[in-house]
T-cell receptor
Framework: GENVEQHPSTLSVQEGDSAVIKCTYS??????FPWYKQELGKRPQLIID?????GEKKDQRIAVTLNKTAKHFSLHITETQPEDSAVYFC????????????FGPGTRLSVLP | EAGVAQSPRYKIIEKRQSVAFWCNPI?????LYWYQQILGQGPKLLIQ????????DSQLPKDRFSAERLKGVDSTLKIQPAKLEDSAVYLC??????????????FGPGTRLTVT
């Protein structure tokens, strides 16, 4: 089955700096890669996603890149703010979209003022 | 629109007891997921329903866990008997059905289960 690894497990950055979180997946059939943000004690919320036919996607300060050949995808957050502090989870899913979701173990991001 | 509802929010039981969780998805969402999230880990998919049929239950410990989604709307997840390692947050999520494009999963607030 699919295996999703995520690095680093914890990340601390200064406010205004950039943060990058990387995930690798094992199943080449996976074709949808969402990123979720989970604040302490709250539910996961989708922040950005990418499909396998797209190499990069941006939404304001966040972007996701996908390298299908290497089977890895990354989340990039620029100009980090204290409210970006949370646990970020990547996930991989197969066709048809929305099946066999496998989440990574998470990255705890701390943005220091 | 109203979000995914779950109850109870918290539950404490002793090992070997049974427990049930309830989920009401967003209206019109045909796909429903149950996840187990152990502290410090990512959500682990237990079971996925499409309407009232099971799409994926490969990671559901079927000797003790069961789930149903009668009438394709609400769903219940049951654990019987519970073990200490079942202590976790149980998340329910729902989404519209995606065939040509992915659909966002909306998560409920979760049920925090403590087994003592």
């Amino acid at each position: 089955g699919e295996n999703v690894e995520q690095h680093p497990s914890t990340l601390s950055v200064q406010e205004g700096d950039s943060a990058v979180i990387k995930c690798t997946y094992s199943d080449s059939a996976s074709n949808y890669f969402p990123w979720y943000k989970q604040e302490l004690g709250k539910r996961p919320q989708l922040i950005i996603d990418i499909r396998s036919n797209v190499g990069e996607k941006k939404d304001q300060r966040i972007a996701v890149t996908l390298n299908k050949t290497a089977k890895h995808f990354s989340l990039h957050i620029t100009e980090t703010q204290p409210e970006d502090s949370a646990v970020y989870f990547c996930a991989a899913s197969k066709r048809p979209y929305g099946q066999n979701f496998v989440f990574g173990p998470g990255t705890r991001l701390s943005v220091l003022p | 629109e109203a979000g995914v509802a779950q109850s109870p929010r918290y539950k404490i039981i002793e090992k070997r007891q049974s427990v049930a969780f309830w989920c009401n998805p967003i209206s019109g969402h045909a796909t429903l997921y149950w996840y187990q999230q152990i502290l410090g880990q990512g959500p682990k998919l237990l079971i996925q329903f499409q309407n009232n049929g099971v799409v994926d239950d490969s990671q559901l410990p079927k000797d003790r866990f069961s789930a149903e989604r009668l009438k394709g709307v609400d769903s219940t997840l049951k654990i019987q008997p519970a073990k200490l390692e079942d202590s976790a947050v149980y998340l329910c999520a729902s989404s519209q059905t995606g065939t040509e494009s992915p659909r966002e999963q909306y998560f409920g607030p979760g049920t925090r289960l403590t087994v003592t």
